[in-house]
């Protein structure tokens, strides 16, 4: 049968036999997702042919695969800004812990401390660093006193007074 299409007669020209069959070729530079199936076998059979240029077929699929590529790099740039955001918001919290360890180590307890942080474990050290900041100064304190105080009686009330503060007995 003439068919006037080369795809269709190249479909056409093929061996099926009784069975369906896509095939995939090219046509005057064309690559062809072709499907081949008998409907009705006899005497005059009849066959159903499709031929498709494959870049219609794929066409849907590249525009989801692009699509897809720039929510990827979108999700991927966010994610890393986000990142980026809470790795300096912990970093600042560690500073200021950094900076109060290098003030202790200097010993000045003058001054409030405040380091929190969204972090718990951050949080909890900035707390227990805040309360050994407390002690210090009041160990301090207790010492000026025994240094400047001429009276022992009044000496041991205030050594008594301050140790129970301290160690909040």
């Known amino acids: 049968a003439e068919l006037h299409r080369p795809v269709l007669e190249q479909v056409a020209a093929r061996s099926y036999g009784a069975q369906s069959a896509t095939t995939v070729f090219d046509v005057d530079g064309t690559r062809w997702q072709t499907y081949y199936a008998p409907l009705i076998n006899g005497e005059e059979p009849i066959y159903l042919m499709i031929a498709t240029p494959e870049r219609e077929v794929l066409a849907e699929a590249d525009r989801l695969r692009g699509m897809m590529l720039l929510i990827g790099l979108g999700t991927l740039t966010v994610a890393t800004v986000i990142a980026l955001v809470i790795a300096r918001l912990i970093a600042r919290s560690l500073d200021r812990l950094t900076r109060a360890a290098r003030e202790f180590n200097a010993l000045k307890f003058d001054g409030p401390f405040e380091a929190h942080s969204f ?36 000496l041991l009330d205030e050594i008594v007074a301050e140790t129970i503060n301290v160690t909040g007995a």
Do not use: Q, Y
Not at 130 to 137: E, L, P, R, V
């Open 119 to 154: 972090v718990i474990e951050i949080d909890r050290l900035a707390v227990a660093m805040g309360a050994m900041k407390n002690t210090i100064s009041r160990l301090l304190a207790i010492g000026a006193l025994l240094g400047g105080e001429r009276r022992f009686d009044r």
